[in-house]
């Protein structure tokens, strides 16, 4: 019903900055309420939310790792999800995913239901490689 793809990853030196963007779509996508979220997977470690965001960008979550180094946002009328990712450590290395949840299935206030939203759609996944 919903596909994403993510899009902009790269290898860039510690410090540098990356801006990924993911593409929705779906019939009933543009005219649904859906949270949004970034996941990264790190070889070894379990996938992690990293930022998430209300269906109207109200609310955001970020992890404590990537705060004020990483902004969420959506241009809802494109259908596209983006993260900028400045000052960029080693440490973020991973394959970053995008992920949906439509709301309509359960939706609670603050941020941190928006870490623990059961996101069920999710994109293909973006390399970012970070070096030092």
């Known amino acids: 019903q919903v596909q994403l793809v993510e899009s902009g990853g790269g290898l860039v030196q510690a410090g540098g900055s990356l801006r990924l963007s993911c593409a929705a779509s779906?019939?009933?996508?543009?005219?649904?309420?859906?949270?949004m979220g970034w996941f990264r997977q790190a070889p070894g470690k379990e996938r992690e939310c990293v930022a998430a965001?209300?269906?109207?960008?109200?609310?955001?979550y970020y992890a404590d790792s990537v705060k004020g180094r990483f902004t969420i946002s959506r241009h809802n009328a494109k259908n596209t999800l983006y993260l900028q990712m400045n000052s960029l450590k080693p440490e973020d290395t991973a394959v970053y995913y995008c992920?949906?949840?439509?709301?309509?299935?359960?939706?609670?206030?603050?941020?941190?239901?928006?870490?623990?939203?059961?996101?069920?759609?999710w994109g293909q996944g973006t390399q970012v490689t970070v070096s030092s």
């Open positions: 779906g019939r009933t996508f543009s005219t649904s309420t859906y949270a």
């Open positions: 965001i209300s269906w109207n960008g109200g609310t955001t």
């Open positions: 992920a949906a949840y439509y709301t309509g299935s359960g939706y609670y206030t603050g941020e941190e239901a928006l870490r623990r939203y059961e996101y069920n759609y």
